[in-house]
């Protein structure tokens, strides 16, 4: 099954974190990451990564940094579980001139922060530790949203394109110590398009064994 179109980079975590798009963006490892079969992995995947910190975290190619400067529309989604959320942790922070960044706070609720300035929260305790959740973060030029679990939980007004970035962490905040994702990831997409409908998944769920063949022969 083709990856699904508009897709920037897609990060399946199966014991490596290359590029599944076929665009060649593989993440830079800072320090170790664990990729683990526990917790129970989602059906979707056959293994996830964690537990990152202040040391231990993705880094972006340049390449990534490219296709992800100016655009008008966009997604970042993926399978977020938490082991604490006491500290903020983020999912994947940037710099393009100003901080940005797709987070949970310490109260439960999914958030998303463009330029420091346009900011989006879903109610508190929707995110809780000890279990799986699909978040994404959408823009189309005039509206802010996030989702989990395939279920809108927050839109704002804004009008916002990705400028040039200087900095895009995954696991960890972008400038300062602290916020990091205490937990696991997996199945992490960035697209170029607003998506309204999550997971995106290719291939089909449930297809583990095919999936791994097809994955190993690459």
Do not use: H
């Not at 942790?89 to 797709?102: E, G, K, L, V």
């Not at 279920?151 to 970035?165: I, K, L, P």
């Amino acid at each position: 099954m083709p990856i699904a179109a508009n897709t920037i980079a897609l990060y399946n975590f199966e014991n490596n974190a290359l590029d599944s798009s076929g665009n060649g963006y593989d993440l830079v490892t800072v320090g170790t990451l664990a990729y683990n079969t526990t917790p129970t992995p989602i059906p979707q995947g056959l293994m996830d990564v964690g537990v990152f910190s202040d040391s231990n975290y993705f880094d972006t190619p340049g390449g990534f940094k490219t296709a992800l400067s100016g655009l008008a529309a966009g997604t970042i989604e993926g399978y977020v579980y938490f082991n604490s959320i006491t500290n903020t942790p983020m999912i994947c922070s940037w710099n393009d001139s100003t901080d940005n960044y797709f987070y949970v706070t310490a109260a439960g609720a999914l958030g998303f922060t463009q330029q420091s300035v346009t900011n989006i929260e879903s109610a508190p305790g929707l995110i809780i530790t000890g279990g799986w959740y699909d978040v994404a973060a959408t823009w189309d030029g005039s509206n802010l949203n996030i989702y989990i679990n395939n279920t809108n939980v927050g839109s704002v007004s804004a009008s916002y394109e990705t400028q040039a970035m200087t900095a895009f962490l995954i696991g960890r905040f972008n400038l300062a110590d602290g916020f990091s994702l205490d937990g696991y990831m997996d199945e992490l997409r960035f697209s170029s398009v607003a998506r309204t409908t999550f997971p995106t998944v290719d291939p089909a769920p449930g297809d583990g064994a095919a999936l791994l063949d097809r994955r190993r022969r690459r």
